[in-house]
């Protein structure tokens, strides 16, 4: 049974699988290493999911969806045709064809994954993916930030050197910024900052903005169709910068022709916010890894964004020297996740790395303040504490006789409980205490799963313990079930049968026109893949299928 | 006790201390002895701050000696944001858009290159002109972009920081007095005057006849000179000349100031005039034919 490392992302999915002593970058039916996070619904009902999706957004916006790793955790349901779907449900289904994709390319069954996330997803957003991941019938216990595999694919490129580096994680959606300290094969995340709401999408819209600026255009006034069309039309111009110094974007709207030049000096200008954004979670992680810039040994670029030249050169004006351009942007996160994945199944050439990641967001409970009268945030765990970590600190009673505790449990960094993200409480009763006496000791422990655990210890020394569940983790087993039985009755599109079939047309063709003893061949490899089809085995199918199609290309006419 | 934990005597050795956790923490790996790893890598951590403490990275800050004679606008119960907000101007940028072609930049690049050997330290506030060409990465224009590197870099002691950014605030603040656009520019001062170090350089005294002779003979608004009177630490004056309508900064309280002297001779001479009038009138009603 494998173990895989899935980097679940905002625009495109991987998976890697740490086997036989190396890395395995595993291909999806089509041959592809990206399946594109994206799901779509065809005419008759059945759910096409991957690169088929992702072709629909254009033609079938209606019915299709992606970027729905944004919304991971809210409430927010996304409408294709007639149902709703939550943004848990639609990854699964892209979780799903990676696990069948990695069963037919690996050969065997796959039910352990690692997920990548981003650093700064909180509690429910983590807990969400994880729900996804049980909905889509894999079992992930870990969850891995983002630019933490990134570093552990580095470091395991790099053959475990001791050093300390930046890694900047710049995606479709999210910047993630980590410090990573190695020494030893023991590597430790010092400190981990970010802004989800940040990533290559911000450049698509000024792209938009400036477009119709200087051609006078009112972007909100426009047809849902012409604003499809500038959004893609700016996609593609801001990519064909990353290669070209100078790119031209062009757009028919209501018949008329519009366009505007675009160079990276312009691109620089028009969105000097997003690099005043980006220099900001850059400053707050030096900050609180206490490193100087000149202990950073090398920086690593990963995420899609990573490869816009403005991006680079502003890294590279912002820290004074060129980051390493060794590890492939794109496949970094998902090659760590793997990597770790063999870490966690405790393979034999992985024993000696340890990998020690960090909570990014700090852990308290609300407490009464009697200088004000409100209540405020006291953090037991603060954030950048590596895990598995365990705090505990005493608290008093407010008032005179008081016998009864309430304990509610907050993430975030405000002052302000309200402000932050509340995570579950606790009430206990307790024997009658005089006011300012200590009444109970919270111990808080957040461990290697990201797994909340509140311990009470009250002063007649009766223990009250309760682990934390987010919102999308108190699902019952009867309502995981009967969910998972729900997405079940979905019929998934069986994108691959329709390629068999063009394969097997394919080889019907060549035969006609084959030479006798040629014929003779292609009549074998057709019935083997004919039969292989029957069987019902992916792997078998898949072997079958590409030495059928490498042998048609080789021949074909 | 921490250091037992890892297994080895108190020390300041930095690599010794890693090299022990690595030890301990391979022993008890996290996978399958949490509660132990964690105490490992608690002791571990209590040992590098003692490590870290121990070599004196920073030094604590010295009280600034008061001085009594000037009045700190804070006491007036006005707050920097106030004196912000009153007349926040801020420029109109300039919209040349030929600034920004690889071509202009690749040729003023040759006709400034010399002028980058000038100082190190100004390398944290790059002159924008200042570009190579060969790198085409360092043909994008980042106007406002302060390099990290030397503002993180680790010093000594506290005072060789403070010296290191004394001097780089000091240059940056003559730039900014010098030139005319950006010496009445509201906003500019206003961001510059916003940064800690700034205001930690402007508030020790013994910068102050350095920034005394950058800002003389210098005119201000009076917004921009309460800034600077705030950011200083209210141990400045700030003048008022009403011939030109414009604002000095005073930061010594050497300079003889020439509103004062000039109100002062003007009410002297007036007691004068009165008092000849005075003596006059009595001498006339004296001498007056009996």
Same mark, same amino acid.
């Given at each position: 049974?494998?173990?895989?490392?899935?980097?679940?992302?905002?625009?495109?999915?991987?998976?890697?699988?740490?086997?036989?002593?190396?890395?395995?970058?595993?291909?999806?039916?089509?041959?592809?290493?990206?399946?594109?996070?994206?799901?779509?619904?065809?005419?008759?009902?059945?759910?096409?999911?991957?690169?088929?999706?992702?072709?629909?957004?254009?033609?079938?916006?209606?019915?299709?969806?992606?970027?729905?790793?944004?919304?991971?955790?809210?409430?927010?349901?996304?409408?294709?045709?007639?149902?709703?779907?939550?943004?848990?449900?639609?990854?699964?289904?892209?979780?799903?064809?990676?696990?069948?994709?990695?069963?037919?390319?690996?050969?065997?069954?796959?039910?352990?994954?690692?997920?990548?996330?981003?650093?700064?997803?909180?509690?429910?957003?983590?807990?969400?993916?994880?729900?996804?991941?049980?909905?889509?019938?894999?079992?992930?216990?870990?969850?891995?930030?983002?630019?933490?595999?990134?570093?552990?694919?580095?470091?395991?490129?790099?053959?475990?050197?001791?050093?300390?580096?930046?890694?900047?994680?710049?995606?479709?959606?999210?910047?993630?910024?980590?410090?990573?300290?190695?020494?030893?094969?023991?590597?430790?995340?010092?400190?981990?900052?970010?802004?989800?709401?940040?990533?290559?999408?911000?450049?698509?819209?000024?792209?938009?903005?400036?477009?119709?600026?200087?051609?006078?255009?009112?972007?909100?006034?426009?047809?849902?169709?012409?604003?499809?069309?500038?959004?893609?039309?700016?996609?593609?111009?801001?990519?064909?910068?990353?290669?070209?110094?100078?790119?031209?974007?062009?757009?028919?709207?209501?018949?008329?022709?519009?366009?505007?030049?675009?160079?990276? /000096?312009?691109?620089?200008?028009?969105?000097?916010?997003?690099?005043?954004?980006?220099?900001?979670?850059?400053?707050?992680?030096?900050?609180?890894?206490?490193?100087?810039?000149?202990?950073?040994?090398?920086?690593?670029?990963?995420?899609?964004?990573?490869?816009?030249?403005?991006?680079?050169?502003?890294?590279?004006?912002?820290?004074?020297?060129?980051?390493?351009?060794?590890?492939?942007?794109?496949?970094?996160?998902?090659?760590?996740?793997?990597?770790?994945?063999?870490?966690?199944?405790?393979?034999?050439?992985?024993?000696?790395?340890?990998?020690?990641?960090?909570?990014?967001?700090?852990?308290?409970?609300?407490?009464?303040?009697?200088?004000?009268?409100?209540?405020?945030?006291?953090?037991?765990?603060?954030?950048?504490?590596?895990?598995?970590?365990?705090?505990?600190?005493?608290?008093?009673?407010?008032?005179?006789?008081?016998?009864?505790?309430?304990?509610?449990?907050?993430?975030?960094?405000?002052?302000?409980?309200?402000? /932050?993200?509340?995570?579950?409480?606790?009430?206990?009763?307790?024997?009658?205490?005089?006011?300012?006496?200590?009444?109970?000791?919270?111990?808080?422990?957040?461990?290697?799963?990201?797994?909340?655990?509140?311990?009470?210890?009250?002063?007649? /020394?009766?223990?009250?313990?309760?682990?934390?569940?987010?919102?999308?983790?108190?699902?019952?087993?009867?309502?995981?079930?009967?969910?998972?039985?729900?997405?079940?009755?979905?019929?998934?599109?069986?994108?691959?049968?329709?390629?068999?079939?063009?394969?097997?047309?394919?080889?019907?063709?060549?035969?006609?026109?084959?030479?006798?003893?040629?014929?003779?061949?292609?009549?074998?490899?057709?019935?083997?893949?004919?039969?292989?089809?029957?069987?019902?085995?992916?792997?078998?199918?898949?072997?079958?299928?590409?030495?059928?199609?490498?042998?048609?290309?080789?021949?074909?006419? | 006790?921490?250091?037992?934990?890892?297994?080895?005597?108190?020390?300041?050795?930095?690599?010794?201390?890693?090299?022990?956790?690595?030890?301990?923490?391979?022993?008890?790996?996290?996978?399958?002895?949490?509660?132990?790893?964690?105490?490992?890598?608690?002791?571990?951590?209590?040992?590098?701050?003692?490590?870290?403490?121990?070599?004196?990275?920073?030094?604590?800050?010295?009280?600034?000696?008061?001085?009594?004679?000037?009045?700190?606008?804070?006491?007036?119960?006005?707050?920097?944001?106030?004196?912000?907000?009153?007349?926040?101007?801020?420029?109109?940028?300039?919209?040349?858009?030929?600034?920004?072609?690889?071509?202009?930049?690749?040729?003023?690049?040759?006709?400034?290159?010399?002028?980058?050997?000038?100082?190190?330290?100004?390398?944290?506030?790059?002159?924008?002109?200042?570009?190579?060409?060969?790198?085409?990465?360092?043909?994008?224009?980042?106007?406002?972009?302060?390099?990290?590197?030397?503002?993180?870099?680790?010093?000594?002691?506290?005072?060789?920081?403070?010296?290191?950014?004394?001097?780089?605030?000091?240059?940056?603040?003559?730039?900014?007095?010098?030139?005319?656009?950006?010496?009445?520019?509201?906003?500019?001062?206003?961001?510059?005057?916003?940064?800690?170090?700034?205001?930690?350089?402007?508030?020790?005294?013994?910068?102050?006849?350095?920034?005394?002779?950058?800002?003389?003979?210098?005119?201000?608004?009076?917004?921009?000179?309460?800034?600077?009177?705030?950011?200083?630490?209210?141990?400045?004056?700030?003048?008022?000349?009403?011939?030109?309508?414009?604002?000095?900064?005073?930061?010594?309280?050497?300079?003889?100031?020439?509103?004062?002297?000039?109100?002062?001779?003007?009410?002297?001479?007036?007691?004068?005039?009165?008092?000849?009038?005075?003596?006059?009138?009595?001498?006339?009603?004296?001498?007056?034919?009996?």
């Amino acid at each position: 049974m494998a173990v895989i490392g899935i980097d679940l992302g905002t625009t495109n999915s991987l998976a890697v699988c740490w086997k036989d002593g190396k890395k395995i970058i595993i291909k999806n039916s089509l041959g592809d290493i990206y399946t594109p996070s994206a799901v779509s619904i065809d005419d008759n009902g059945e759910i096409i999911v991957g690169k088929a999706a992702a072709q629909r957004l254009v033609s079938h916006p209606k019915v299709s969806v992606s970027e729905f790793k944004r919304y991971m955790g809210t409430d927010i349901k996304f409408r294709l045709g007639e149902n709703e779907y939550s943004p848990e449900e639609l990854s699964s289904f892209v979780l799903r064809k990676i696990k069948q994709d990695a069963e037919a390319f690996l050969g065997e069954p796959v039910e352990e994954a690692i997920i990548s996330v981003p650093a700064y997803f909180d509690d429910n957003c983590r807990n969400a993916t994880k729900l996804a991941a049980k909905l889509s019938g894999l079992n992930v216990e870990r969850l891995i930030n983002e630019p933490s595999a990134a570093a552990l694919a580095y470091i395991e490129k790099n053959r475990f050197e001791d050093g300390t580096y930046m890694i900047v994680d710049f995606g479709g959606g999210t910047l993630d910024i980590s410090i990573v300290d190695t020494f030893d094969s023991v590597i430790e995340i010092l400190a981990v900052a970010g802004n989800n709401q940040l990533g290559g999408k911000d450049f698509n819209d000024a792209i938009v903005d400036y477009f119709c600026k200087e051609n006078n255009l009112d972007f909100e006034s426009l047809s849902p169709e012409s604003r499809a069309i500038i959004y893609k039309n700016a996609e593609q111009c801001k990519m064909a910068l990353t290669d070209s110094s100078m790119s031209v974007m062009i757009a028919n709207i209501d018949g008329k022709q519009y366009s505007v030049a675009l160079d990276n /000096n312009r691109l620089i200008k028009i969105s000097a916010d997003i690099f005043n954004k980006i220099s900001v979670p850059i400053k707050k992680a030096l900050h609180d890894s206490r490193c100087s810039v000149d202990e950073i040994d090398d920086i690593i670029l990963v995420g899609g964004s990573c490869h816009m030249p403005v991006v680079k050169a502003f890294i590279k004006k912002l820290m004074d020297r060129h980051a390493d351009n060794t590890i492939n942007p794109d496949t970094a996160i998902a090659v760590g996740a793997g990597i770790f994945g063999g870490i966690k199944a405790r393979k034999q050439e992985l024993k000696d790395i340890i990998l020690t990641d960090i909570c990014p967001f700090s852990l308290g409970i609300a407490v009464f303040e009697q200088k004000t009268n409100e209540e405020i945030m006291e953090f037991l765990i603060q954030r950048n504490t590596s895990l598995p970590t365990s705090r505990i600190n005493v608290f008093n009673a407010v008032k005179d006789g008081q016998d009864k505790i309430h304990i509610k449990i907050y993430q975030g960094e405000s002052i302000l409980p309200a402000k /932050n993200l509340f995570l579950g409480e606790l009430e206990i009763d307790c024997p009658k205490t005089k006011k300012d006496d200590v009444i109970c000791s919270v111990r808080l422990t957040y461990d290697i799963n990201g797994i909340l655990v509140v311990d009470v210890i009250t002063n007649d /020394n009766k223990n009250y313990t309760k682990t934390i569940l987010s919102k999308s983790n108190q699902f019952t087993e009867e309502q995981l079930n009967e969910c998972i039985e729900k997405l079940n009755a979905l019929k998934i599109s069986p994108l691959e049968e329709e390629e068999n079939k063009l394969l097997i047309s394919r080889a019907e063709a060549l035969y006609e026109e084959a030479l006798p003893d040629e014929r003779e061949i292609i009549k074998e490899y057709l019935l083997r893949f004919k039969k292989s089809l029957q069987t019902n085995n992916n792997h078998e199918i898949r072997n079958a299928y590409s030495t059928l199609e490498k042998m048609i290309d080789e021949w074909g006419y | 006790m921490y250091w037992d934990i890892l297994g080895i005597e108190p020390t300041t050795d930095i690599k010794k201390i890693k090299r022990a956790y690595a030890t301990a923490a391979k022993k008890n790996n996290p996978e399958e002895f949490p509660e132990k790893f964690r105490e490992v890598h608690d002791a571990y951590e209590q040992a590098m701050k003692f490590a870290s403490s121990k070599s004196g990275a920073f030094v604590v800050k010295e009280d600034i000696v008061e001085n009594t004679d000037y009045i700190d606008v804070r006491e007036l119960g006005i707050t920097f944001e106030d004196l912000q907000n009153l007349y926040v101007y801020i420029p109109e940028s300039k919209n040349s858009t030929e600034d920004f072609c690889f071509d202009e930049v690749g040729i003023s690049s040759e006709n400034t290159e010399t002028k980058s050997s000038d100082d190190e330290n100004l390398s944290v506030f790059v002159d924008k002109k200042v570009k190579s060409v060969n790198d085409i990465e360092d043909n994008f224009n980042f106007d406002d972009v302060d390099v990290i590197q030397n503002k993180y870099k680790k010093f000594d002691s506290y005072a060789q920081r403070h010296k290191f950014i004394s001097s780089i605030v000091l240059k940056k603040m003559r730039n900014l007095a010098e030139d005319h656009d950006t010496q009445c520019s509201c906003y500019v001062w206003k961001t510059f005057l916003s940064d800690k170090d700034v205001v930690e350089v402007l508030s020790d005294v013994a910068n102050h006849s350095v920034i005394d002779s950058i800002l003389k003979r210098k005119r201000f608004t009076l917004q921009i000179a309460n800034m600077f009177s705030y950011a200083i630490g209210g141990k400045c004056k700030v003048v008022y000349n009403p011939e030109f309508d414009i604002y000095y900064v005073d930061v010594t309280g050497k300079r003889k100031l020439y509103y004062y002297v000039n109100s002062i001779r003007k009410r002297k001479l007036n007691k004068i005039g009165w008092f000849a009038v005075v003596l006059l009138l009595a001498l006339a009603i004296v001498l007056s034919p009996e």
